[in-house]
């Protein structure tokens, strides 16, 4: 079937075209809000700029297709293969993509807001400025795998709120990405670069942070309990009012950072690089410091009761108001 006897039978009132061979099909700027096309072959095709509103999507294959500017609002898009698609500028507002693979896909600048992208492939997909506000990538055992974002660039992506529980995110770039109260509970962000990142009030409990670097993020009120951050990068990060209870913090680099009011109870900072950062009133309690280097710190009015302090690096550091180990007060 060519393009203008689709079009012509959708002018008619047909909407289904379930399994058809519309592979190559220029449908650009076409109206086909409703279209059925589930488990079409849609290989090569190109939508540019086409209303594709409520089209049922599911199972076709989309593989190096064009939708660049095409309106996908509230489609089905379940297990759809959108591998190597570009989708730049793409309005996928509210979108159902569970389980479609969206593997080297161009996703920029497109807009993601409320879509519903569990158990999705998107490793190597191009995010950068895309806005994913409220998408729900969660991972639910039983049900779905979290995404699968494995080295997906997300550079200036808009993650406001969005539910990445249990994603892969490994080796992905999120810098200067807005990440602002997301979940991202049990993620995996092994090696991921979220430098000049905005996390404010983010979720990241249980999460794998190992060699994350996070240079200049601002992390205010981020919740890293029981996180892995060994070897991460936090130079120059706000980190004031966090809360890192339980965390692993070893041999982390927070040079230049700040920490005010932050929580590290029970963390373990073991040759951590605190050298000149701020720890005014920040707790320590039980917290494990071997080897860590505070030179120069501000551990003003912080509580270190019960930490393991014996072979940390404390030269020059400022100790006014602080609780010793031993409970005492340190004048």
């Not at 599911?58 to 297709?65: C, E, I, T, V």
């Not at 779905?144 to 992905?172: H, I, W």
């Not at 109260?181 to 990241?204: P, W």
Request: charged share 25%.
């Amino acid at each position: 079937m060519d393009a203008s006897e689709l079009l012509q039978r959708y002018d008619s009132g047909t909407t289904d075209f379930q399994g058809e061979n519309l592979c190559g099909v220029d449908l650009d700027s076409a109206d086909l809000i409703g279209v059925d096309f589930t488990g079409c072959d849609l290989r090569g095709a190109s939508f540019v700029f086409a209303y594709l509103n409520r089209a049922n999507l599911s199972r076709a294959d989309l593989s190096g297709a064009r939708l660049c500017g095409a309106n996908l609002s509230q489609a089905d898009l379940l297990s759809t293969n959108l591998r190597d698609t570009d989708l730049h500028g793409a309005i996928l507002y509210a979108a159902d993509l569970r389980g479609a693979d969206i593997t080297l896909a161009n996703l920029l600048d497109a807009n993601l807001i409320s879509a519903d992208l569990r158990n999705v492939n998107l490793s190597g997909a191009n995010l950068r400025g895309a806005c994913l506000r409220g998408a729900n990538l969660r991972y639910e055992k039983r049900c779905y795998e979290g995404a699968n974002l494995r080295g997906a660039d997300l550079r200036n992506a808009d993650l406001r709120g969005a539910n990445l529980t249990g994603a892969d995110l490994s080796k992905a770039d999120l810098s200067e990405a807005n990440l602002s109260e997301a979940s991202l509970r049990e993620v995996n962000l092994t090696g991921a670069i979220l430098d000049g990142a905005e996390l404010k009030g983010t979720f990241l409990t249980d999460a794998i942070l190992i060699e994350t670097s996070f240079r200049q993020a601002v992390m205010v009120n981020v919740k890293l309990e029981r996180a892995d951050l060994t070897g991460s990068d936090l130079t120059g990060c706000n980190l004031n009012d966090a809360n890192l209870t339980s965390a692993i913090l070893a041999k982390v680099k927070c040079t230049q950072a700040t920490m005010q009011r932050s929580r590290f109870n029970r963390a373990d900072l073991s040759r951590a690089d605190l050298r000149g950062v701020n720890l005014t009133e920040t707790t320590f309690i039980e917290a494990y410091l071997g080897r860590a280097d505070l030179r120069g710190a501000n551990l003003t009015n912080a509580n270190l009761a019960k930490a393991e302090l014996s072979s940390a690096n404390l030269t020059g550091a400022i100790m006014r108001g602080a609780t010793m180990p031993d409970g005492s007060n340190h004048e």
